[in-house]
């Protein structure tokens, strides 16, 4: 059994990112998040950490985090992580890690009514997003 799961609640920390494929009506929202790690290092010195993840949505659910989400909303996204490779305009290969949200939801008093509603992204099954070009 494998198992690819992110879970990940704080800000959404860059604009969104919004394409539309009109050809095939497929929507797609990047966007980044921040998470904050506080410890204490050998000299118990309080050390914080801010790690960055980058984020992609499909369908409608980029449709719903496009409309409704904005930097700053602190929200819970989760799914899988993925990475892809592409070739730059050198002809280097480069990769990104990011997270293909599934599911997301608002954890601000502002959007409490919205959020009680999760929004689930209704993708097909086969994985179709795989095949968007970019």
């Known amino acids: 059994m494998d198992l690819n799961k992110v879970m ?4 959404i920390t860059s604009d969104l990112e ?12 990047n966007f980044s ?10 000299s118990w010195e309080k050390i914080e950490e801010a790690e960055f993840h ?5 369908w409608k659910l980029a449709d719903v985090i496009w409309q409704y989400a ?7 996204v989760e799914w899988r992580l993925r ?6 305009q050198s002809w280097n290969k480069r990769y990104t890690t990011e997270i293909t949200v599934n599911n997301f ?3 601000e008093s502002k959007w409490k009514s919205w959020s009680n509603n999760t ?3 209704n993708t097909p099954s086969n994985n179709e997003e795989d095949e968007i070009p970019f």
């Not at 919004?18 to 929202?29: A, L, N, Q």
């Not at 998040?33 to 050998?42: D, S």
């Not at 904005?70 to 819970?76: A, D, Q, R, T």
């Open 33 to 42: 998040l921040a998470t904050n790690r506080v410890y204490k290092n050998k």
């Open 18 to 29: 919004v394409k539309k494929m009109w050809d095939s009506w497929i929507s797609v929202v």
């Open 105 to 107: 939801n608002f954890c």
């Open 8 to 11: 990940l609640i704080w800000r």
């Open 83 to 88: 990475t892809r490779q592409w070739e730059d």
């Open 70 to 76: 904005s930097k700053w909303v602190k929200i819970f």
């Open 119 to 121: 929004v689930n992204n």
């Open 54 to 58: 980058r984020c992609v949505a499909f």
